[in-house]
């Protein structure tokens, strides 16, 4: 029996997308709900709507389609419901299983909290997944940028992100100061804010987890653990002891430590075998850069994979082309990694790849791999014929500049000229 809602109209033509036995059960014609977002978010989103549709008709010949369904947060839920998150949403979200988002305004300060960290966390989406990789003739301000191939599994729900704070002089401040100071002789100054970084091994260990059968499934070569241990012993150390263990415990007969690689197989990395490794945060900035060819599949707590995801996409050419993902243990969201630049909104000139292929993850998600490999061709073609976004067109010589829509319908041309093999 259909799902009832009060404002939404769910296509009659399509199915839902359902759990069966802990695997996505995928129709040929699912509803996937939609999130135009605020700012840049519906003129990005209409874009990557239709290059996705269109990499679909083409791939499947139109036995699949997409039917999409738009569902309501930020400045479009205000207007409709009353209120930033509706309820309608997040239970549409939960029954269809996957969706796709454009980006939500997220005030600095006062305010409301970032309806992007409710989201995840109402949801318990608790990996954001970020793969960083270049797509060539992107400008990069590092000599190597196709050395970057790497996917960044941050933890969602935990650490500073978990929003456990008091502001300053506030009676709940005032409290925890003067608990510190009293129970463990911490002194604390009394006009300081407090925050709390719960770390948990539950959390931790479901994100290293996936982390590793995201390896092992795309046959990828390591896992590294990266956490603030040597400062942070109780919360990011214990990350990292909690993502050995639950890689020894569960994989123990597809990995490897970086210590039993050397000591047992002489540096050479057996085929069959994932080596689990570690580093602290401040060094694998510099080793990103200076050893980027290193580094895999990588699994951290949340302040450090923000930082670190932008500062990997930034490498290979910024959040423009750095598309992400936020999944629990079924649904996901997929979403563009960038902000709403609302300076720009409604010009028509903003650079769309982040959220298409934010929308090449969710396909892959679904298992319609022929389509998302479409459109990466497409949008490499794209690029290589330098019909380009203002934010490519002026670092790119002899470069076309394009409008967002129109960079689209050059993708979804390329898209449609490329020829079909049962294997792409």
Known sequence: MAMKFEKLEPPSDGKRIRVKKGKLIVPDNPIIPVIYGDGIGPEVVEVAINVLSAAVDHAYQGNKKIKWLEVFAGNRAKELYGELLPEETLKAIKHYCVALKGPLTTPIGGGFRSLNVTLRQTLDLYACVRPVYYLEGVPSPVKHPEKMNIVIF???????????????????????????????????????????????????????RKAIQYAIDMRRKSVTLVHKGNIMKYTEGAFRDWGYEVAKDEFDDRIITEQELWEKYDGKQPEEKIVIKDRLADNMFQQILTRTEEYDVLAMPNLNGDYFSDAAAAQVGGLGVAPGGNIGDYIGIFEATHGTAPKYA????????????????????????????????????????????????????????????????????????????KRI
Do not use: C, H
């Not at 992100?161 to 009394?190: M, N, P, T, V």
């Open 346 to 421: 409604g010009l028509n000139k903003v650079n769309p790849i982040s959220i298409i292929l934010s929308g090449v993850m969710m396909l892959e998600y679904i298992g319609w791999n022929e389509a998302a490999k479409l459109i990466v061709k497409g949008i490499k073609k794209t690029v290589k014929q330098k019909l380009v976004t203002y934010d490519l067109a002026r670092q790119m010589k002899d470069a076309t500049e394009v409008k967002t829509a129109e960079f689209g319908n050059y993708v979804i041309k390329n898209i449609k000229e490329t020829k079909l093999f």
């Open 154 to 208: 941050r933890e969602n729900t935990e650490d500073v992100y978990a929003g456990i704070e008091w502001k300053k002089d506030s009676e709940d401040a005032k409290k925890i100061i003067e608990f510190l100071y009293q129970e463990f002789g911490i002194r604390i100054r009394e006009d300081s804010g407090i925050g709390v970084k719960p770390i948990s091994e539950f959390g931790t260990k479901r994100l290293v």
